[in-house]
Each structure stands twice: as C-alpha cells, then as structure tokens.
C-alpha cells in the first residue's frame, strides 16, 4: 500500500536496488510523477553536495538515512543501490525496486558513459578528486569488484547482483522491472492508478557523452590557462 510521501517527508516509500543505466533515470521521473515525492539519484548527491556524507558513511560512520534523504521519497540508481539493504531494514514498509535490463546491453552502456565519464574527471581539482573517490568506492572497486574491464567477470557480477536482491528482499515485497514494461506492472506494485501520460522514457547516453566532451575541454583549457600563467610567472622572474 502507497502511504503518501508528502505526509511523511522524512519516510522512504520506494526504495531502487538496481545498478546504473538499467533505466533508473526513467524510473526517477516516474516514481515523482507517480507522487512519491523527490527521488534520490546520482545526479542529486551531486546537486545536494552529499559526496563528502558518502564518504564518511563508505568510512563506516553511521548513516543518519532520514537526514541524508529528508525531502526525498523515493531512490533510485547508486548510490542508494548500493545500500539497498540497509535502507530496506530502516524502512521496513518501503517497497524495492529492482531495475533490470538485457545484461550486454547494461555493460556496453556502462562501458560507453559512466567509464569515460570516470576517466575524464580532472581528480587533481579538490571537488573532483573527491567525487571520484567516492565513486570508485562505491562502483569501480564497490559494485563492480575493480573487475570492470572484465566482460565476462561483469555480466556474471550483474547476474549475481540480482539473485542477491531477489534473496535478500522477500518476493511481496520486491518487484523485478525492466522499464520497458511501463506503467501497468510499476502502477500493479505500488498500488496507484496507471497514469494518462506516457511512461517516461529517458535515453541520458548523449547528454552524458557531452558531459565527458565538455569536462575534456574544460581539462584542455584550464591545463593551458594554468601553463600559460606559469610561463609568464618564469618571464617574469627572469625579468
């Protein structure tokens, strides 16, 4: 049964387990069309500037989960993926949702954005290095067991990951969505009417290729401005 995460904002009603690009950002427009609030992706640890509080919980503090998702209803991607458990035990009436997708499919797509998107991160910059800290941990060496340039290693890992979810959520609980489905079995889980809209289908991989596009120009230009700077340091002290 849906309670209403307006009701309650310091309540996770849907909590999502699966990896990365297996449609979590159509899932996150969904489940707030749906009415569960705001819905904690990736993208939201950085616009909140939450990567240091993953930090200190990667650290092995303890997780304030209300404080760090006050405001949200619902999660989506990693790094809530990554702690599918533990938010399932501190949300006990939560439902879980299990993102699913053909597993060649996951991988290249993983392998073509988030990877050059990883390699592309100025880390000698302080707020990068810190992201990339932090997302290494979680998914690099975390999720994916520093095994990533393994194809094999990985579509084997992702078949284990969710086995591991389906054991360790019980099956009333749990729904496996490809979401290319749409709403009828999202809608059937949480119990909410099918909405007149069409199912949000959301295809970042461009938008994230620009991003690794403008992030390498950024690098070219901020290593020339910082050379140029240099040089005219050297002349002047020459002079």
């Not at 969904?30 to 640890?45: I, K, P, V």
């Not at 591991?164 to 059937?188: H, K, Q, S, T």
């Not at 909405?195 to 994230?208: C, E, G, I, K, L």
Request: glycine share 8%; proline share 6%; hydrophobic share 45%.
């Amino acid at each position: 049964m849906q309670v209403d995460s307006r009701h309650n904002p310091r309540m996770l009603q849907v909590i999502g387990a699966g990896f990365g690009r297996t449609g979590t950002s159509s899932l996150k427009i969904a489940l707030e069309q749906l009415g569960f609030g705001r819905c904690y992706h990736f993208r939201n640890m950085l616009a909140d500037w939450h990567v240091p509080r993953w930090r200190a919980i990667l650290d092995g503090e303890k997780a304030d989960w209300d404080g760090l998702f006050r405001g949200y209803g619902s999660t989506a991607d990693f790094p809530g993926a990554a702690y599918y458990r533990e938010l399932a035990s501190a949300y006990p009436e939560a439902k879980v949702i299990l993102s699913n997708r053909d597993p060649e499919d996951w991988y290249r797509s993983t392998r073509d954005t988030l990877l050059p998107l990883r390699r592309a991160l100025p880390t000698w910059l302080p707020p990068f290095g810190l992201i990339a800290r932090v997302t290494d941990r979680l998914l690099w060496h975390g999720a994916f067991e520093g095994r990533f340039d393994d194809r094999d290693y990985m579509l084997a890992r992702y078949a284990r990951h969710l086995a591991e979810v389906r054991a360790a959520i019980p099956a009333e609980r749990l729904l496996v969505f490809d979401v290319r489905e749409g709403w009828e079995p999202l809608c059937a889980f949480l119990g909410v009417p099918v909405p007149a809209a069409p199912f949000p289908r959301v295809n970042d991989s461009a938008h994230m290729r620009r991003i690794v596009g403008l992030i390498r120009v950024g690098n070219f230009a901020l290593i020339a401005a910082l050379t140029a700077l240099a040089a005219w340091g050297i002349v002047r002290l020459l002079a």
